[in-house]
């Protein structure tokens, strides 16, 4: 695997490979001893233009395992801030010895530029790009859902006959296009539960049916539901009248979080809104995973790392992963 850029051209057994290596590396955070070996020499720049809690660490905590160098780059108080482009940028990564680049970017396409400009021979890893896509959320999304569902041992299993409701702010949401993707690809029934304002215009070109109402997505009784952060700061018009309405209309609180099957288990990616699209109550239910999603996410990073710095790395690039 030479680059992680979508999970839209990410293949099935791409997918699995990655989700089994994720499975071997989550045995290893068993131990009381967590580093491995594996990338000693290696060096992963963390390269964010975005605000970003725990994909960050995430991505850093990973890298660590695996016992790479880490440089944290933040477009804060570099010299981006000064007007320096991402060729320049990127660049200096490059002479500075950067074997992968996991970068988060405001603008959607910008990680495929990097990785096709020929600025950089190191891998490139999508954390989030726009609107667009945030494949490693997805893989771990799928990771969580697979360990949840069919217990410890999933290696191998895809998720065919699971369905997945995604809630809420659909239009804004690089996890939920990742997701609706991947987990497609992975044989999921997936459907989009939002308001008309928040479900995009091209959606009838996805694998997902469109539900307007939450309660009878909650009626169908999904294996899991998925809440979206409401994204405030992507939101240049009105999309809902207010908060308080938001939250009656699609927020998931107590009774909501009652009329799901018992077995059906409620996820969110974080930073959560509390009392706007989820409540205390739901989101620490003993069915929320939102904390296991977290701690899954490194694992499945480990995988990604692991893949793209000690695999092989053909010279073509065909796939969203090649
Ligand atoms: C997501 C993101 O940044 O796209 N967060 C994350 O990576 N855990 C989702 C969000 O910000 O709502």
Known sequence: MRNLLDTRTLGREQALRILDVAEDMADTQQREIKKLPTLRGKTVVNLFFEDSTRTRISFEAAAKRLSADVINFSAKGSSVSKGESLQDTAQTLQAMGADAVVIRHGASGAPRTLATSGWITAGVVNAGDGTHEHPTQALLDAFTLRKRLFGSDSRGRDLSGVSVAIVGDILHSRVARSNVWLLHTLGARITLVGSPTLIPQDVSAWPATIEYDLDRAIGAGPDALMMLRIQLERMNAAYFPTEREY????????????????????????????????????????????????????????????????GERPASEKEGAS
């Open 247 to 310: 939250a009656r209309a699609w927020g998931l609180d107590g009774e909501r979080l009652d009329a799901l099957p018992a077995d059906s288990i409620v996820m969110h990616p974080g930073p959560m809104n509390r009392g706007l699209e989820i409540s205390a109550a739901a989101a620490d239910s003993p069915r929320s995973t939102v904390l296991e999603q977290v701690t899954n996410g490194v694992s499945v990073r480990m995988a990604v790392l692991y893949l793209l710095l000690a």
